[in-house]
């Protein structure tokens, strides 16, 4: 993101759908082929190799990306992929438990007992546990809910768009244009510009159609800002954002719940046509140090931008309030906007030395240890109080706290 749209996002006071490296990459059961045979009918031509999977692709979910399972299918049982409608929620709460179904988990509601239970491939394993999902199979998971999450939020009564903006500081004639494709998104009929970028990076539609099918994202209200970047006027090209996150006039609130959090960006041309789509957000959690007395200090936000498990990545954040450290460090993350944080490990980096929580000793030890693909998550409201123990010897000539995860926007 450009250092001027995190001005208009900072200062409009820039929303969290809430990645994992180390989880092993083991197949599906069930995906070996059964091999080529001779025609019954003693022609002597070798019938064509078909996948055990074909009778059921759901299951090739289990070790192949969503974006990659057209071409997997395609290949191997000879017929297209079948995406399920946006709007068939029950297809795409099916496919995914088929996933837990392929790695053997086991099912509480007898609807998914029926589904699954009487498949001869299917083989349920007591200690079948969350973490023996591969890490393509958590990621398709992940994806698969966020997206039956959306498609139940579709039937939700959407706020009409509001006819008078307050904070507008475009024209007229780019204002009328942008609200007309706001208008068009409230009908599910979003048309894309050939540009797209999602967190500053170019994305596909694909990308961009799951940040809008989040119902509660991208909304307009009669305060939400819209200007142009820094230092453009109406001239061509010119990029105007439009901080949908952004709180209304009258919040009062701590720790940022009145800060924005997701904007969009329209690049027009001499036209006034979009050319270009840009969407972003800003994150939490927040970070404070505890001090021997019990005071906080609060040093900044960790995970900033990593919206969707696609987006996962290892942040670092320099502990400015520590100058020196003995004993024991303790630290707090504090879930404080819309969004649900995925962390899947979490140290503090001293001397270039990696110290673990102190919980990671213990023979349960919590999901935030290690990058292994196991998440803890916080809510909005929620907070993880951290202890780490300083190794003798061990300075504080620049304290770091390292996190690797995601987080996603929730309906607030």
């Known amino acids: 993101m450009t250092k001027a749209r995190m001005i208009l996002v900072t200062a409009t006071a820039a929303a969290a759908l809430i990645g994992c490296e180390g989880k092993k990459d083991g197949g599906a059961a069930g995906s070996a082929s059964a091999s080529g045979a001779a025609s019954a009918s003693g022609s002597g031509v070798a019938s064509v190799a078909v996948d055990a999977r074909c009778e059921n692709p759901c299951r090739f979910l289990a070790d192949v990306a969503l974006d990659k399972v057209g071409n997997a299918h395609q290949q191997a049982c000879r017929k297209p992929w079948t995406t399920p409608d946006p709007t ?49 199979a958590s990621s398709n998971v992940r994806d698969l809910k966020q997206q039956a999450l959306a498609c139940r939020g579709k039937g939700e009564a959407r706020a009409a768009i509001p006819t008078r903006f307050t904070a507008s500081k475009i024209t007229k004639a780019d204002q009328a244009t942008i609200v007309g494709w706001f208008a068009q998104k409230a009908k599910g009929e979003a048309v894309l510009p050939p540009k797209l970028e999602s967190e500053g990076s170019p994305a596909t539609g694909n990308e961009i159609m799951r940040w809008l099918a989040q119902g509660h994202l991208f909304q307009l209200k009669p305060w939400t800002p819209f200007e142009y970047d820094e230092g453009e006027t109406a001239g061509a090209p010119r990029h105007a954002t439009i901080a949908t996150g952004a709180a209304s006039p009258d919040c009062v609130g701590e720790d940022g719940e009145c800060e924005g959090f997701e904007w969009i960006t329209f690049e027009l041309d001499a036209k006034g046509a979009i050319v270009g789509l840009s969407v972003g957000a800003a994150a939490c959690p927040l970070v404070y140090v505890e001090h021997a007395d019990g005071a906080l200090s609060y040093e900044g936000e960790i995970l900033r931008n990593l919206v969707q498990p696609a987006h996962e990545a290892t942040q670092h954040l320099r502990l400015d309030a520590l100058p020196t450290c003995s004993g024991e460090v303790r630290v707090q993350l504090v879930e404080a906007k819309d969004e649900r944080t995925f962390l899947d490990d979490v140290a503090l980096v001293l001397d270039g030395t990696a110290v673990a929580p102190r919980a990671c000793r213990e023979a349960e030890s919590p999901a935030y240890c290690g990058d292994d693909g196991r998440f803890a998550t916080l809510s909005r409201g929620q907070t993880l109080a951290l202890v780490f123990d300083v190794p003798p010897g061990l300075a504080c000539a620049r304290p770091v706290l390292r996190a690797d995860g995601y987080y996603v926007p929730v309906a607030p």
Do not use: H, M
Not at 117 to 124: D, H
């Open 88 to 136: 068939d929620c029950d297809q795409l709460d099916y496919r995914r438990n088929c996933i837990y179904a392929t790695a053997g988990g086991t099912f509480k509601k007898p609807k998914w007992q029926d589904a699954f239970g009487k498949l001869p491939w299917y083989a349920a394993r007591a200690d079948f546990k969350e973490s023996d999902l591969s890490r393509v």
